[in-house]
């Protein structure tokens, strides 16, 4: 089983300013992972598939870059709404589903 | 809209049974390869099992293999988890989900609409 490492834990930053959150796969995924938003109480929201591609309705703020192993979530000017956890999953074949463990974006 | 709405959970004894159910609206149900992700709370996001669109392949997490069993009514668009011999740690929510796939239907490796989960609870 592929195993996601999202680093940091927590993240406390300010509204205005960058986020940058780290995926790191234990093998290769090529280009096959995904990024989550997930506020309490929500169920979570696809931002970004396939590594760097945004989905539908996701403002540009949001970027994701990286293959192999390597994978960052960007946000490049943080809204009120941003503060939340973060997940990154991985589907390397169709039975190989993992997600990363979370990190939570706080407001500083 | 497109909509996912999970029913079903509740409260069941340690080794019980429970079905859940997810009833899908605003697109051909039939088309997409559905999902079931779980959260325990507090905790992540766990990968509980998965059908492809017509039914025919499944797979399941080795945490649930052999006690719970995926399947879907692409008649009534509905997707369902049996759950049995539920242990304290199966207690969660659960999602169920579409595959996020191109305008070939080919899959995008990512789940793009999300019920809103429904509570399974496990105790004596």
């Known amino acids: 089983e592929i195993v996601l490492t999202q680093s940091p834990a927590t993240l406390s930053l300010s509204p205005g300013e960058r986020a940058t959150l780290s995926c790191r796969a234990s093998q290769s995924v090529s280009s096959y992972l995904a990024w989550y938003q997930q506020k309490p109480g929500q169920a979570p929201r696809l931002l970004i598939y396939d590594a760097s591609n945004r989905a539908t309705g996701i403002p540009a703020r949001f970027s994701g870059s990286g293959s192999g192993t390597d994978f960052t979530l960007t946000i490049s000017s943080l809204e009120p709404e941003d503060f939340a956890v973060y997940y990154c999953q991985q589907r390397s074949n169709w039975s190989g589903v993992t997600f990363g463990q979370g990190t939570r974006l706080e407001i500083k | 809209e497109v909509q996912l709405v999970e029913s079903g959970g509740g409260l069941v004894q340690p080794g019980g049974s429970l079905r859940l159910s997810c009833a899908a609206s605003?697109?051909?149900?039939?088309?997409?390869?559905m999902h079931w992700v779980r959260q325990a709370p507090g905790k992540g996001l766990e990968y509980v099992s998965a059908i492809s669109s017509n039914g025919g392949s499944t797979y399941y997490a080795n945490s649930v293999k052999g006690r719970f069993t995926i399947s879907r009514d692409n008649s009534k668009n509905t997707l369902y988890l049996q759950m049995g011999s539920l242990r304290a740690e199966d207690m969660a929510v659960y999602y169920c989900?579409?595959?996020?796939?191109?305008?070939?239907?080919?899959?995008?490796?990512?789940?793009?609409?999300w019920g809103q989960g429904t509570m399974v609870t496990v105790s004596s």
């Open positions: 989900a579409r595959d996020l796939v191109d305008t070939a239907m080919v899959p995008l490796n990512a789940f793009d609409i």
């Open positions: 605003g697109f051909t149900f039939s088309s997409y390869a």
